[in-house]
């Protein structure tokens, strides 16, 4: 199964591709001094990261075509221009029509969005997030995989299952030979090509995620996402001389004294800088906020909404909070599912419709039918879980976590059943071309 459609440069400026595939136009980031128009290239997560031949490309293009083009005409009939239902307020009609015509939304606005309880209301909302993705990004789902290397961590966060200190949790911590072999697992048996590698903070040496960053990107064409926690500038930057393009880092929430109450010894402004600091350096974005988070009012939830897009991120990256055993919210209540998938239609409308907007793990664990809702409201990308089974159950965020016993090969084949039926193609060529 190979998660990335292979495409054609019709432009090159400076470090930017336009890249063409099936009529569709994207741009990625370029890093080869040799490419040039009329190349075919794989891009993931806006990143082109390998030159192929010209008759490989064709084979694969060939090979795709016709489930392309069937996919596509699903979710076209799936994702039509929302029209209200009998019910829906005027009022939130109003509400939604600077974003379709890819104007911002204010604070206000958000946070009128994020009231909307009404069943009519919520239907209108949640169709208009689904047609400004298809809008904007058309039926492409971004599927990457997660390698979650160890659960060792020296932060003791309120809400986290894997805090420093829950003396009741077996630690593991992958080798570097493992983390290798089971990178080269995920990208070479099951066709991911981007990978995101995370851990608990401060459970490797700097020099130990080095090897392993540097390691895959000499042996595979991928794209490695860095997922670490906070880590010095400095860190940042030699993990982007090792060969990281990706940082996926969740500010958590927007609220300074929040920030600091959930997360002791740990500041939101630091976090901020670290995110600016790794944009500054070519890293692409993922981040985003905890939905529900224990003391976070509406106006704080419509703020995250408002920095997430302010960082201007690959990809957006919120999950419901989930209490976890073994920490001090353990008994809090979690969201209810339309508290997060407001959250995500709401981050689609708000700048305009473009941009990916992550339908998280802990989305699914809430709620059974979390995933295929979730890609219904604005939602159009995933990540499938590559740790070895045997250390899977030991990352416990939050308990019950979805896919924690599923073999890589069963999630592909059941994602890929449910994106048959949404009509969405598990590929990722980069940004549109349009953003
Ligand atoms: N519920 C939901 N998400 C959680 N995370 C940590 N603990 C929980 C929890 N109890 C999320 C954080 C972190 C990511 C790795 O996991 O947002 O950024």
Redesign the pocket.
């Known amino acids: 199964m190979c998660y990335a459609i292979p495409g054609r440069v019709v432009a090159l400026r400076d470090r930017l591709a336009v890249v063409e595939y099936y009529g569709r136009r994207k741009t990625a980031r370029n890093e080869w001094p040799h490419l040039r128009v009329g190349d075919y290239v794989l891009a993931q997560g806006g990143f082109i990261i390998e030159i192929l031949s010209e008759e490989e490309a064709r084979e694969t293009l060939r090979a795709w075509e016709a489930l392309f083009r069937e996919l596509a005409e699903t979710d076209a009939r799936l994702s039509p221009p929302a029209l209200p239902r009998p019910g829906a307020s005027p009022h939130i009609r109003r509400l939604l029509e600077p974003a379709l015509e890819g104007r911002p939304l204010g604070l206000e606005a958000i946070e009128e969005l994020l009231r909307i309880e009404s069943p009519a209301d919520l239907d209108l909302l949640y169709r208009t997030a689904n047609h400004l993705r298809h809008r904007h990004q058309e039926n492409a789902c971004c599927v990457h995989g997660i390698l979650e290397l160890s659960n060792d961590c020296r932060r003791s966060?309120a809400?986290?299952?894997?805090r420093a200190g829950r003396g009741d949790l077996f630690r593991y911590r992958l080798s570097v030979e493992e983390a290798v072999d089971a990178a080269g697992e995920a990208i070479v048996r099951y066709g991911f090509r981007a990978l995101v590698l995370?851990s608990g903070e401060g459970a490797y040496p700097l020099e130990d995620l080095m090897a392993i960053v540097a390691e895959i990107r000499r042996r595979w064409p991928c794209l490695v996402i860095a997922?670490f926690?906070d880590m010095d500038e400095e860190a940042l930057d030699e993990l982007y001389e090792a060969g990281a393009r990706g940082l996926?880092?969740?500010f958590?929430t927007s609220n300074p004294a929040l920030f600091a109450h959930w997360r002791p010894g740990a500041s939101l402004d630091r976090r901020l800088r670290l995110l600016r600091h790794a944009a500054g350096r070519g890293y692409l974005l993922m981040t985003?906020?905890?939905i529900g988070l224990p003391g976070q009012t509406l106006r704080d939830r419509a703020r995250d909404i408002l920095l997430a897009r302010d960082l201007k991120p690959e990809m957006v990256?919120f999950?419901?909070?989930?209490?976890?055993p073994g920490?001090p919210?353990s008994s809090a209540a979690?969201p209810a599912l339309d508290e997060a998938l407001k959250t995500l239609a709401v981050l689609r409308l708000c700048d305009g419709g473009g941009g990916n907007v992550l339908v998280?793990t802990?989305l699914e664990?809430l709620h059974p039918e979390g995933r295929e809702r979730g890609l219904q409201a604005g939602g159009n990308t995933l990540m499938l879980n590559a740790t070895p089974l045997r250390y899977r159950p030991h990352y416990a965020?939050?308990p019950g976590r979805a896919h924690a016993s599923e073999s890589l090969e069963r999630q592909i084949a059941d994602t890929l059943t449910l994106l048959k039926r949404l009509g969405r193609a598990p590929t990722d060529l980069g940004l549109s071309a349009d953003r």
């Open positions: 966060c809400y986290c299952g894997i995370q997922s926690g996926l880092l969740r958590e985003g906020a905890l990256s999950g419901p909070f989930l209490p976890s920490t919210l979690p998280s802990a664990t965020l939050y």
